[in-house]
């Protein structure tokens, strides 16, 4: 079951942490993949598109305990860093999970207090994933996280439920997109003859479907 301990609830909140609550299991759900996975049915394309500035762009729906997501992750970092485009990361939260709405949440808090530091912590804890088994043990590696870059975790790190809307708003665009599983990891474009969005359903083939992409992208 979901912890509404494990989101911070408090007064003036509890309506985005029961919101979150309910999109995660009144609709669909998502789950973790352990290899390869079936092509998405995409029913609306239209969030699936590289950021204002860039021609393509990765595109990432996630959830921090999923195992896959923990292996995939070292590829997208050597990816976004080789071919210099945008890695975008969206929330896909499983409803068995029983910590990762914890460290979204966190996320999204580190977000706010430097440039990198959201997606450091993102990191930390995919590297360190299969050392976490409960939000205690999340709350501990969080503090190291925290402690290591002189950062103090509020004891209410979202009073505000803006953090919780967030993953919420990100929750409900990936299942109007179709997307039922994590990671679902699109390469988006715009230009040349590439398709506005190809999925990467292997992540061995991370690499290799970008260089498609960028080819497709130079032709006229």
Known sequence: MIDLGSLFVRPGRLGHALALVAVLW???????Q?????LTQVHDSSALKPPAGHNVAIIEF??????LCARTNPKLIS??????????????LIPTHNWSQQAALTARFLD????????DYRDYIFANQRSIET???????????????????PFAIDSTGKFAAEIEDNIRMGLRIGVDHTPTIFIVASGGH????TEVTDPDRLF??????LAEMKQK
Do not use: H, M
């Open 26 to 32: 009144l609709a669909p759900g998502a789950t973790a």
């Open 34 to 38: 352990s290899g390869a996975s079936a």
């Open 62 to 67: 996630y959830d921090l305990q999923c195992p």
């Open 79 to 92: 990816a976004a860093n080789q071919y210099k485009i945008p890695w975008i990361r969206y929330d896909l």
């Open 112 to 119: 706010t207090k430097g440039p990198d530091l959201g997606n």
């Open 135 to 153: 939000p205690a043990e999340l709350q501990v590696f969080t503090q190291r996280f925290a402690d290591a870059r002189k950062i103090a975790l």
């Open 194 to 197: 590439a398709p506005p969005f």
């Open 208 to 213: 290799q479907t970008i260089d498609q992409v």
